[in-house]
């Protein structure tokens, strides 16, 4: 080795003996923000973290994201981000054990400094499940608590559990979260735009507290109370065993509920019981199989068998606890699925808001959803007239884009074959690719536009 080198070698040893000392006083490039409420049921979510990183900064969160975060990514995690982040489906799976948590959280614990973000996700509040159905697709909210926080000047969050499907009850307030602003009907983007605040819907701006009352309260059957505080009490066992022990291993569960079935058969009984396929729960247990179940589904098979996970997972499986393997009536019924009672009012307000919307026009099953509906089928039973409006009311707009589009197309490919041919280079098809979007000319439309330029300028007959 050369000797500048050598003591560039010596230099940097030096400075890594220093580092120790430097990570006591550590500079980070964003506010070294506490998270609130962390390892209790009530821990700030991971996608509300960067919501709040951002205000506190006074800069729209989506602007943190995009500035800040997402150029930090490495080049594989970076491409993987998908174009509109900042509302979708994907955002959300940061908050659970997603592809893309664990790098967000390295960006982020650099430029905070702070070492206990991952416990703002799932997986250090659940365990190792998988993340499959665990995450709704757009943030929840509780009005009340919304409300709550706002008259008693306390800071507004979002918490994790606002995220989970399988909470749809505020523990606080015992009232349904809801998932659509009761102004605009839209759902929340994960990451709040420009103009919002803490507490204001992300599409209109209106606050989402209950303080206007707006928020029509759906009846909740007694079933379903005494569900959700099972669900909450099981949920606060295992945030609190996580705080202890760490992450929970899910292992144990699935062998011991293997060992008992193998003992004492009636797989169809509990399958049947806890709304499980029965081919399902033999994979369950089945540990050559790598099918896990969800969160949500061994929840409701230990509800009906009324033992507690951490009791299955030590083994306690005492024959009288799983009850349903004597057929006895003593478990506590299992709440379907509430069949939601239509709201004429609010589905006629947000129809008409679609068919006098200047914007783009919405599809009918946007529509749908942003009602809280899975499809389209009720809208269309109840308000067909409408209905037929809204869809073709889109569909008109597909036409109309896409003969604007074809038309730019042209125009673009017929510069292209001028501007060739005026340079004295022969404009074939390689040629003009050349200078177009990838893939555009394999399009007949865009084929048919070049013979035409061809045909202008005399190359073609
Ligand atoms: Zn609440
Ligand atoms: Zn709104």
Not at 49 to 66: C, E, F
Not at 396 to 416: C, F
Request: glycine letters at 4%; one cysteine or more; a positive charge.
């Amino acid at each position: 080795m050369s000797e500048p080198a050598q003591m560039i070698v010596q230099i940097r040893n030096t400075w890594h003996a220093l580092l120790p000392q430097e990570r006591a006083l550590p500079r980070s490039r964003l506010y070294d923000l506490a998270p609130y409420e962390i390892e209790t049921p009530w821990c700030e979510s991971l996608t509300g973290y960067i919501n709040r990183l951002g205000w506190t900064h006074h800069i729209p969160p989506r602007a943190l994201v995009a500035q800040e975060i997402v150029p930090r990514l490495d080049e594989r995690q970076r491409l993987a981000v998908p174009v509109g982040v900042f509302g979708t489906k994907w955002a959300m799976s940061l908050n659970g054990a997603g592809v893309a948590t664990k790098p967000w959280i390295g960006v982020l614990s650099h430029l905070t400094s702070r070492e206990d973000l991952p416990l703002l996700t799932l997986p250090f509040w659940v365990g190792d499940l998988s993340p499959r159905w665990q995450l709704r697709e757009t943030p929840a909210w509780c009005p009340c608590c919304i409300s709550d926080w706002r008259a008693n000047g306390q800071p507004l969050y979002q918490p994790l559990h606002w995220m989970m499907r399988v909470v749809t009850l505020c523990p606080q307030h015992q009232t349904p979260l809801i998932d659509h602003c009761p102004h605009c009907q839209k759902c929340q983007l994960v990451f709040a735009s420009r103009k919002t605040q803490p507490g204001e819907c992300t599409s209109c701006g209106h606050g989402l507290g209950n303080d206007m009352n707006m928020h029509s309260p759906q009846q909740v059957s007694d079933e379903h109370h005494t569900w959700q505080e099972w669900v909450w009490r099981i949920l606060q066992e295992l945030q609190a065993t996580c705080s202890r022990t760490g992450m929970i291993p899910w292992e144990a569960f699935f062998r011991h509920l293997a060992a008992y079935l193998r003992e004492q058969k009636g797989h169809s009984r509990l399958a049947r019981a806890a709304g499980i396929d029965r081919t399902v729960l033999y994979r369950w247990i089945d540990p050559a199989d790598t099918y896990s179940p969800t969160l949500e589904a061994i929840l409701k098979l230990c509800y009906v068998c009324q033992v507690t996970p951490f009791q299955v997972m030590n083994g306690q499986l005492d024959p009288r606890q799983l009850i349903v393997q004597k057929g006895t009536e003593l478990c506590p019924p299992l709440p379907h699925r509430q069949n939601r009672r239509l709201d004429r009012e609010r589905c006629l307000e947000a129809l008409h808001a679609a068919l006098d919307d200047k914007n783009e026009p919405l599809a009918l099953s946007h529509v749908a959803q942003q009602l809280g509906y899975e499809d389209a089928r009720q809208l269309m039973y109840h308000f067909p007239e409408e209905c037929k409006l809204v869809v073709q009311r889109a569909r008109e707009y597909r036409q109309q884009r896409k003969v604007q589009r074809l038309a730019q197309v042209r125009e673009n490919i017929q510069q292209v074959v001028l501007s060739l041919h005026t340079q004295g280079i022969y404009p074939s098809l390689h040629k003009v690719q050349f200078f177009l979007p990838r893939g555009l000319m394999k399009s007949p439309e865009a084929r048919e536009a070049w013979h035409a330029a061809l045909r202008d300028i005399g190359f073609e007959p």
